[in-house]
């Protein structure tokens, strides 16, 4: 009979010091951390940097793991929440940036040549709020509602409200796109 | 509106690229550059897991492992990143590293220290187990070079299966110096694979015990009866093994069942079997009374018995390797085959390991054949995931003919990887193929992986028996002495029902038949499945009743209660029998009351004795002071003709019990 050793079991000998552990644990879950992560930049560039970020910081985050939530549970929340930090610190640099007008077209033009690169619904994703673009992620991922509500740190009413919100939004941009 | 989102996750699928696989190699050692030297910062303070996290050895590991894992690139990456922090701890690492006896080492902090420090130190011992994922049996291959006693101890660490796993590793710790004096058992040179001689993960039906029932609440008591004898094999391997069995495995009626009595015979011409009731004085409670139903089925001559046809399923997957498997199988077979005759059928197909039909329908009376293909079956290698069972339906449904009588005999030590996982869907397939009039019989072997639960739940599905076998007498008497009964039925579906007299006994217990109580409605729902008797099958079911005004009565009359007056005097309750007759649609009834009775005869006493021993076994409570002692002396009065010698042994059984309790 085959058996898997379990996220949880990994981490807590992870936790404990096993660095084979915290290695298989990692590959397990890179592909699943990247593909969050680029749902939640809709950026390939960006998704990578903000992959890397984890990695960087998951050893020392490790320690933070309690047994009694799932792991992937708890690593999604870690990327989540790194991917806000990055938008805070993207935030802060425009502000630095204002006056430096010309850059900033630069970058968003630049940016825009990323974004044709992926289909439209991936824009679309980038043109809604971040709240809902982080909780619709999580859940074309296939986190459960509830689970969704763990990670965002929100009640599970309200990744409902998002979704439906998230719904509306981009049946409205479709319905304005198929008019074009 | 969920229409909307599908689309929306395919195509976000679709426009997720796969991440670069060069920048995720450089991500991971990032990580673990970090996560090694987190560690490093710690190991100064904390001498919990004794060994520094890295060394030179480790590095080297680490090397290999990159290697593998992820190609060139990502290993020099995390060569350089290791490289930093092989340097340091060198000088720490002293005469351990040095002295050479690392294992010895280990092993005394292993001991001294707790399960969960012993983890990540076993862990780094097996760098293969590191890998996505992670076979028990893997993993004791690759320990292979350790000693016995950490292969032990590592056994249970990594099973998800905790339960079982904290089971194994409380068993061994208490048995340890006896595991460690047993040989390690060597399968077949190619793959040199290393075998727990036992890593426990037996599962047993968890019934509790009948509780005591006030008559005239619930006057009516219904249940299937159960010819199967596999309990009280698996007890005696138990105590001959020296250790008293686990309490779930004991099953009161299959341990009285087991042996044979002189019950009365069924009339020619009547019904296929014939019910005895007598009432005798509880041998633990002066103040109860024994209820003691008896049923014996009748023998048919065995020329008039019709062809039979004998699919044998045989696992052979490498746990069956041990002397007590596959060999005591293949011994039991040749043991059956003298008593076949040239109008039978013997096919194999095995399942697990070497897969497929290994014999084809083969006549019984070519014995060299058929000896010859079971001296080609041997065990080893991994599950194949044939669909064993499937298969070997599909012959024995190319064997079956009109008028003769087909079985599928499933022998295994636990293996139900028969092709069919999900055991809902495998019940299913049982019962329907039950319907069609092949029959299932179950056969274990070998302790340790013992699954009792499922081996019953099949064979109950499957209208058969299921049997332990554990010893060659053993084989014998279930193979050769009962194999005419088995594998004939008589009679199936039988249900009994009794219905007890308020106005004489206030309350009562069935003993045993835990796992065979039916509702009261089934009785007479001809479609709710019982068990079978076979030809010349015994059964024997026990109830402790407590008459009306005895001081042994355990419950206060109800002031209120309706008191009712029934005219049928001297009547202690009243016994009903359903039984079906082979092939038919709609079941017969039986009906007769329960009366006082003379003195039980030496052999229905010796039931009274097993019922009592295997309620010791069970640790129940109503057996006040009564103990092996009184057990002994009862079964020994008791033990009349015993031909066979099984009574004795009994006895014996007893007296290991009562050596062990103490």
Redesign the interface.
């Known amino acids: 009979?085959?058996?898997?050793?379990?996220d949880e079991?990994l981490a807590?000998?992870?936790t404990?010091?096993?660095?084979?552990?915290?290695?298989?644990l990692?590959?397990?879950h890179?592909?699943g951390v990247?593909?969050l992560a680029?749902?939640l930049t809709g950026a390939?560039a960006e998704a990578?940097d903000l992959?890397?970020d984890v990695?960087?910081?998951?050893?020392?985050k490790l320690s933070g793991f309690r047994a009694e939530a799932r792991f992937t549970t708890w690593l999604w929340r870690v990327v989540v929440n790194a991917a806000h930090d990055r938008r805070r610190r993207a935030a802060t640099r425009v502000k630095h940036a204002e006056g430096w007008g010309d850059w900033e077209v630069a970058r968003r033009a630049a940016d825009k040549e990323t974004e044709e690169a992926?289909?439209w619904?991936?824009q679309s994703?980038r043109a809604l709020h971040e709240d809902l673009r982080d909780t619709?992620a999580l859940?074309?991922d296939d986190v459960s509602h509830a689970d969704a509500a763990k990670i965002l740190g929100v009640s599970p009413g309200t990744v409902s409200w998002r979704?439906?919100e998230a719904?509306k939004h981009?049946?409205a941009l479709r319905e304005k796109e198929d008019q074009l | 509106m969920s229409d909307d989102l599908d689309e929306l996750k395919a195509a976000l699928s679709a426009a997720t690229p796969a991440p670069d696989a060069a920048k995720k190699a450089a991500d991971i050692a990032l990580a673990r550059k970090n996560f090694a030297e987190l560690q490093e910062s710690r190991s100064g303070a904390r001498h919990t897991s004794e060994r520094p996290k890295t060394g030179f050895f480790r590095g080297v590991k680490n090397m290999i492992a990159g290697l593998n894992m992820r190609g060139a690139l990502a290993a020099s990456t995390a060569l350089v990143a290791l490289g930093l922090v092989v340097v340091l701890p060198l000088g720490e690492l002293g005469p351990r590293f040095y002295g050479g006896s690392d294992w010895q080492t280990i092993e005394r902090e292993t001991q001294v220290s707790e399960r969960e420090s012993v983890l990540p130190e076993l862990e780094e011992r097996v760098p293969s187990l590191r890998s996505e994922s992670l076979a028990v049996d893997e993993f004791v291959t690759a320990e292979q070079a350790g000693t016995a006693q950490s292969v032990l101890q590592g056994g249970g660490l990594y099973s998800t299966n905790n339960e079982a796993a904290k089971r194994s590793l409380s068993d061994r710790s208490r048995m340890s110096g006896q595991l460690a004096a047993e040989p390690l058992i060597l399968a077949p040179a190619p793959d040199q694979v290393v075998i727990l001689p036992e890593s426990n993960t037996e599962t047993f039906p968890d019934a509790d015990a009948n509780p005591l029932k006030v008559t005239a609440e619930e006057p009516v008591s219904t249940f299937s009866i159960d010819v199967d004898t596999a309990s009280y094999a698996v007890v005696r391997s138990s105590l001959t093994a020296g250790q008293l069995p686990p309490k779930e495995a004991v099953r009161v009626e299959e341990m009285v069942n087991y042996f044979t009595y002189d019950y009365a015979a069924p009339e020619a011409g009547g019904a296929p079997f014939r019910p005895t009731v007598s009432v005798t004085d509880t041998p633990w409670n002066s103040n109860t009374q024994l209820v003691h139903i008896a049923i014996q089925g009748e023998k048919p001559a065995i020329e008039d018995r019709p062809p039979l046809n004998l699919v044998f399923l045989i696992d052979t997957s490498g746990s069956m390797n041990a002397p007590n498997k596959l060999p005591l199988l293949k011994l039991s077979l040749s043991l059956m085959l003298p008593q076949l005759t040239d109008q039978d059928q013997v096919a194999i197909v095995t399942y697990a390991g070497s897969a497929g039909q290994v014999l084809e329908p083969t006549q019984a009376t070519e014995r060299e054949t058929i000896l010859a293909a079971l001296d080609r079956l041997h065990a080893g290698g991994g599950t194949a995931g044939q669909a064993g069972l499937q298969q070997a339906y599909a012959v024995a449904d190319g064997m079956a003919e009109d008028g003769e009588v087909t079985r599928v005999i499933l022998a295994t030590d636990g293996d139900f990887n028969v092709g069919l996982s999900d055991p809902e869907a495998l019940k299913d397939f049982i019962e329907d193929k039950r319907e069609t009039g092949t029959y299932l019989s179950v056969m274990g072997f070998g302790r340790g992986n013992l699954d009792d639960a499922t081996m019953q739940a099949l064979a109950q599905n499957g209208n058969g028996q299921a049997s332990y076998i554990d010893t060659l007498s053993e084989a014998q008497k279930v193979m050769v002495d009962q194999v005419s009964g088995a594998l004939f039925p008589i009679a199936n579906d039988v249900k009994i029902q009794v219905e007890f007299n308020p106005a004489q006994i206030a309350e009562y217990r069935l003993i045993g038949y835990e796992t065979r109580t039916l509702r009261r409605e089934d009785f007479n729902n001809d479609r709710v499945d019982a068990g079978d008797i076979g030809a010349g099958h015994q059964i024997t079911a026990l109830y402790e009743v407590t008459p009306v005004g005895s001081p042994a009565r355990q419950t206060d009359p109800l002031r209120y209660g309706e008191q009712t007056v029934v005219s049928t005097e001297g009547e202690l309750g009243f016994l009903k029998l359903r039984y079906k007759k082979p092939g038919a649609e709609t079941s017969e009834l039986i009906e007769m009351p329960i009366v006082e009775d003379g003195p039980l005869g030496s052999d229905a006493r010796f039931a009274t004795a097993m019922a009592g021993f295997a309620q010791l076994l069970r640790g129940e409570t109503y057996l006040g002071e009564w103990s092996y002692a009184e057990a002994i002396t009862l079964a020994n009065a008791a033990r009349g003709e015993d031909p066979f010698g099984y009574r004795a042994e009994a006895v014996q059984l007893m007296r290991l019990a009562q050596s062990l309790k103490r």
Do not use: H, W
């Open positions: 009979m085959r058996m898997e050793v379990s079991s807590k000998a992870a404990a010091g096993d660095e084979n552990a915290f290695s298989t990692l590959e397990r890179y592909n990247f593909r680029f749902r390939r990578e992959t890397q990695c960087a910081a998951l050893p020392a992926v289909d619904l991936t994703m619709l859940v074309l979704i439906s719904k981009l049946r």
